[in-house]
């Protein structure tokens, strides 16, 4: 089991930016980051494998920006320009390298959540 807390999140206006924080006990493969806003389904946001690779939501794209310290065992989350749209809990996952990307069915290990909150 990996235990994961976020930080960073808070409260912005329109075209701020903030930076997500994700600090895991242990190293895992895959980290991404999810969202949930009220009453709708939770979906992801980004992911990044320790080789690299990053996937991004088409909603995010060019805006947020995901990188991993796997030294550190930390994953970040960039977010400029936010949109209300943004406003979510946004939580971080940690799992193997199968099912690395978007899926929430992907990952096996799940932060409590930091709220961002854009008006």
């Known amino acids: 089991h990996v235990q994961l807390v976020e930080s960073g999140g808070g409260s912005v206006q329109t075209g701020g930016s903030l930076r997500l924080s994700c600090a895991a006990s242990?190293?895992?493969?895959?980290m991404g980051w999810f969202r949930q806003a009220p009453g709708k389904e939770r979906e992801g946001v980004a992911a990044?494998?320790?080789?690299?690779?990053?996937t991004y939501a088409n909603s995010v794209w060019g805006r947020f920006t995901i990188s991993k310290d796997n030294a550190k065992n930390t994953l970040y989350l960039q977010m400029n320009s936010l949109k209300p749209e943004d406003t979510a809990m946004y939580y971080c996952?940690?799992?193997?390298?199968?099912?690395?990307?978007?899926?929430?069915?992907?990952?096996?290990?799940w932060g409590q959540g930091t709220q961002v909150t854009v008006s």
């Open positions: 996952a940690a799992g193997p390298r199968l099912g690395c990307g978007l899926l929430p069915w992907g990952y096996n290990n």
């Open positions: 242990r190293a895992s493969y895959c």
């Open positions: 990044a494998g320790t080789d690299g690779q990053t």
